[in-house]
């Protein structure tokens, strides 16, 4: 199978790389990303050197440019992580997430069915049901829970699956989503909860808690969902839409807490509340056990140790995110010019 995978030079695309070329012997991935703020080319180092890989720096809204690669790797399915993920950048600037999340969705549905790829599957978020009450540990989203977003970033996802829905029901795309919730481990972009908590611990910095820390995630390792990602591909029913999730929920002030026992160190501390701030996540994954046989297999205790042994063991990774140095790595892979 040739598997294109947009947003591969980011957190789970990156991982999701590496799932298939190690389980996959006999499968290729070509990768595309715009190379933002958070493609980081050093994260697919080991996959540069494969000689199943080939990296593509181009923008999924590049119609022209995604017809040219459409036509020469004619993939067998396409999986579309690529997007603006973060939240607070959400609130701050909205509009590249409505054109990269929405009508780079678009862009790619259009050429799947110019060039009839047998497969495209979107990666979306819980984040697409808004969220659930604290005081109400029964409710959690199912595939039928209505989208009802907070997030300018949550609201563009949505849309993208109603996009995605849209082209399976109107020309019979042959399409999938599933919707995750938040997920941690290698290769995460130090600006989110767990990796930044880490790093900032590591060099001295506060641990910034958004207003009391009493807001819940339903954290996954993300191991854990490039294998529900590559079941989907592979089994998922056509049009469907299927919820990731571990049955793990934490407070953000429980998760970061965690952290500092760990490492043993880090200093806390409260800042003002994300706006529109989402109270709880929580996924019901029983049509992917049931349909599809995934189930979990990374316990938080574990994940969250080896989360943070990556980062003391990969600190050049995260150091040069937050120097800026990353950023050169791809002139010197490729002299500044496009493949
Ligand atoms: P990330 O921000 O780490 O990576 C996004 C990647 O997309 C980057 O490599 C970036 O360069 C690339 N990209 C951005 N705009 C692009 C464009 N116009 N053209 C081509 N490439 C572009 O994100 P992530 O955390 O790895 O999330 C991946 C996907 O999974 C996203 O669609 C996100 O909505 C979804 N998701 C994330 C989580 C989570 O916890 N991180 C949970 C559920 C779903
Ligand atoms: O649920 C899936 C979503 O999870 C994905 O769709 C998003 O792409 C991904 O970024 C993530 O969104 P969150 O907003 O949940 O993740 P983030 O790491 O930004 O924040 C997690 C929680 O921690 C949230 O309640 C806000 C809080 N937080 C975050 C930061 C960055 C803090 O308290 N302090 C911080 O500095």
Redesign the pocket.
């Known amino acids: 199978m040739k598997i294109l995978v947009?947003?591969?030079?980011?957190?789970?695309?990156g991982n999701f790389v590496y799932y298939i070329l190690n389980k996959y012997p006999h499968d290729r991935v070509v990768c595309?990303?715009?190379?933002?703020y958070?493609?980081?080319l050093e994260t697919l180092e080991g996959a540069l050197a494969d000689p199943r890989f080939v990296f593509y720096k181009?923008?999924?809204?590049n119609r022209r440019a995604m017809d040219g690669i459409f036509a020469k790797e004619k993939p067998d399915a396409v999986v579309?992580?690529?997007?603006?993920?973060?939240v607070d950048r959400s609130i701050s600037n909205p509009s590249v997430f409505l054109k990269?999340n929405i009508l780079?969705t678009q862009v790619l549905l259009e050429a799947c069915r110019k060039y009839g790829t047998p497969r495209y599957h979107q990666?979306?978020?819980?984040e697409v049901y808004g969220d659930l009450p604290l005081d109400r540990p029964d409710l959690f989203f199912t595939e039928t829970t209505p989208l009802h977003t907070s997030s300018p970033y949550s609201a563009s996802?949505a849309s993208a699956d109603l996009l995605v829905l849209a082209y399976y029901r109107t020309y019979g795309a042959p399409v999938t989503i599933s919707r995750?919730?938040?997920?941690y481990g290698p290769y995460h972009?130090p600006e989110?909860l767990i990796p930044l908590m880490i790093t900032s611990a590591l060099e001295g910095r506060p641990l910034p808690v958004y207003g009391t820390g009493a807001n819940v995630r339903d954290w996954l390792y993300v191991e854990d969902?490039c294998a529900a990602i590559d079941l989907i591909v592979r089994g998922g029913r056509l049009g469907e839409v299927y919820n990731v999730g571990g049955h793990n929920e934490k407070t953000n002030l429980e998760v970061v807490q965690t952290i500092v026992k760990i490492l043993g160190k880090g200093e806390i501390v409260y800042v003002k509340d994300r706006a529109g701030h989402d109270l709880r996540y929580a996924i019901d994954p029983t049509k992917i056990r049931n349909e599809l046989g995934w189930e979990p297999t990374v316990k938080f205790d574990d994940g969250i140790r080896r989360t943070v042994d990556w980062y003391l063991t990969h600190r050049a990774w995260w150091e040069h995110i937050l120097s800026g140095s990353y950023k050169r790595y791809y002139k010197k892979m490729y002299g500044g010019a496009s493949k």
């Open positions: 947009t947003g591969g030079a980011g957190f789970i695309g595309v990303d715009k190379l933002t958070a493609g980081n181009a923008d999924i809204t579309n992580f690529a997007a603006e993920s973060h990269t780079g990666v979306s978020t819980d996802k995750c919730s938040n997920n972009f989110k969902h």
